[in-house]
Nanobody, 127 residues
Framework: QVQLVESGGGLVQPGGSLRLSCAAS????????IGWFRQAPGKEREGVSC????????YYADSVKGRFTISRDNAKNTVYLQMNRVKPADTAVYYC????????????????????WGQGTQVTVSS
């Protein structure tokens, strides 16, 4: 059964750090581009980051560039999102998504590009 499971969310203070994990089962993550998306209450889901399956090219939203880092560990079939210097505006449910193949350019932000989605993990940035 194909499944993506996010974990690592929780409550963190502004300026703190958090690492989210996206673990895949039922398929090999190596062959998939993995995107991280987030959705805050009352707002549209937006792309946060993506790592391509082809050459490992990474993409970031301007709002998180320099603070967040996406990476993958193929041996563990897991993709990570390291969140540093978090802000209250980062508060959202974070989802990982998988696309079967490489992603090029701005297509990484298109939700319909992705075949599989996780259930989401809540990140709350508050003091």
């Amino acid at each position: 059964q194909v499944q993506l499971v996010e974990s690592g969310g929780g409550l963190v203070q502004p300026g703190g750090s958090l690492r989210l994990s996206c673990a895949a089962s039922g398929f090999t993550l190596d062959y998939y581009s993995i995107g991280w998306f987030r959705q805050a209450p009352g707002k549209e889901r937006e792309g946060v980051s993506c790592i391509s399956s082809s050459d490992g090219t990474t993409y970031y939203a301007d709002s998180v560039k320099g603070r967040f880092t996406i990476s993958r560990d193929n041996a563990k079939n897991t993709v990570y999102l390291q969140m540093n210097r978090v802000k209250p505006a980062d508060t959202a449910v974070y989802y990982c998504a998988a696309d079967n193949g490489p992603i090029w350019g701005s297509r990484w932000t298109e939700m319909d590009e992705y075949e599989y989605w996780g259930q989401g993990t809540q990140v709350t940035v508050s003091s």
